[in-house]
C-alpha cells in the first residue's frame, strides 16, 4: 500500500477544524514535501518525524513522500500534527495497518528520540472533533487529562511512537488518562482584607453584579488594587460552557495549570504597564496568540497604573471592550478570540503621587490633568463605574476586621443580583444588566418614569455626560435594584448610578 489517511485536528484561534493527513509514497529520488498551506514548524516536522521513525527502530522508506493536508485551503500551524503524520507514513510504506486508527483524530508533537511531547491547545481540538462526530483520540500522556474533560470523547494517550506502533500493530493497550475529580477551588484574597473605603466596595459590589467596567481613582495606599484583586472572590463560579471557553483559551496561551482540569474561578489577568498591543489584545507571526484581554475572558483585566501604559494599547481596548471579541486580522488570515472581560482601571491623581494627596502634591493644575489625560475621553465613556477614592483614614486603618463583610457574603448578594437580571433579560439572550442594548432600557415596558430619570436627562442635555453614558446609567440603576431585591429602579437608584458614573455627589 502506497496511500494512507490519519486524522488530526487544526486550529485557527478558538476554533478547531477536522484535517485529514494524506501520505503518498510513490516511487524517485526520496524527498519528502509538505502541501497544505503548512507553517514553519510543519515544514521543520519531515526531519522531527524521520529521526523519530528512525530512533523507535521502524524502517525508514527511502521513496518519495508527499504529505498533504486537507482542507488544503484552511492553514495549519504548530507541531500537533507530528504523530499523526508518522502514523500515516508508516502506514503508507506497509510497515503498520492503519484500521484501528479509523475515525480516530492522532495529536502530538514527537521529539528526536520518539517521545510524544504535550502540545498547546488540545482541550479545543478534541471539543472539535467531538463535533465532528469523532468518538475516540489519541493525545500525548501530558494532555490527557486535559483531553478527557470533553464528553462523549474515548480518550487514550501515548508517551512515544513505539508504544503507538505497538497497539496499531498487536493491539497493545495505551494509556489510560487519570482518573479524579477537578481540584477545589482555593482561597483567595478577601474583601474583609480591605480597611475602609465603603464606597470603593459599594462600586465594587456593583461592579461584579451587573459586569460593568470599573476605574479606581484615588492616593497610594487608598485600597485600589486591594479592591481589584478581590473582584474574582465576589464573581460567580464558571458553568459548564464558560469553564470550557476559558479552559480552552487558557490552553491555546499554554497556561493551563497542572492536571488540565476545568477553570472553574473566574480568571484574573493583571499586565505590566509595559505591555505592548499584542500582548494586550494578542498577535504574534502566523497564528495569532490570545492576549491579556482574551485570557481573561469571563473574568477580570486589571490594568494598575492605568496612565502609565502605552497609548495605542489603551486605545486597542476599545473595540473588545464594546463587543466582547477580538478580531485579528493576518496576512495568512483572520483569527477572533473572545473578549467578554470586566475591565478594572487603577490610577492615582497626578504623577508625584503623595501618600497625603492634596495637602502635599507637588503637581500643578496642569499636570495632573495632562496625566489623568493619558486616559482618553472615548476609552473612559466605556467605563460604567467610575469613583474617586479617599485616603484611609487611621481608625478605619487600625480597626478589627471582624466587621467588615467577607467576600463570601458580598458572593452571595451579587449571585442573587445576577439571577434576578438573568431571569429578566432571558427573553432577550442576555444573562448581564452590562450586556443589554440601550434602546431596550429606553423603550417600554423598561423605560423608567420620567420623574425618575429628571437629574439624568438634565446631564445629557447639559452635554456633561453622552448618550453612552445616558444607557449605562441606565444599566448601573438596574443593577443597584437588582442588589437591593426591587424589581424595577427608583429615583434613587438612578441618583446612586449618577454618582458611581460621574463621581459626583447628587
Known sequence: MSYAKVLCVGLVGVAGHLVEVEADLAAGLPAVVISGLPDTALHEARDRVRAAVVNSGQRWPNRRITLNLLPATLPKF???FDLAIAAALLGGSGELPLLPLDRVVVLGELGLDGTVRPVRGVLPMVAAAARAGIERVIVPAGNAAEAAVIPGVRVRAVDTLHRLVTFVRDGAPLIEPPAGESPPIGDGPDLADVAGQE?????????AAGGHHLALLGPPGAGKTMLAERLPSILPELDDEAAL???????????LPPGGRLLRRPPFQAPHHTATVPSLVGGGSGLARPGAVSLAHRGVLFL?????????????????????RVQLARTRGGTEYPALTQLVLAANPCPCAKPAGDAYCECSPLARRRYLGRLSGPLLDRIDVQVRLPAVRAAELLAGAGDRESSAVVAGRVAAARAAGAERWAGLGHQLNAQVPGPHLRRPPWRLPAPDTAELRARLDSGSLSARGFDRVLRLAWTIADLDGRSRPARDDVLEAIQLRTGDAT
Do not use: N
Open 304 to 324: 494598575d497604573e492605568a496612565p502609565e501604559f502605552g497609548k495605542g494599547a489603551l486605545e486597542a481596548l476599545r473595540q473588545p471592550l464594546e463587543h466582547g
Open 245 to 255: 471557553e476559558v479552559t480552552a483559551l487558557h490552553s491555546i496561551a499554554g497556561l
Open 78 to 80: 504548530g507541531s500537533a
Open 199 to 207: 464606597l470603593g466596595r459599594r462600586a465594587l459590589e456593583v461592579a
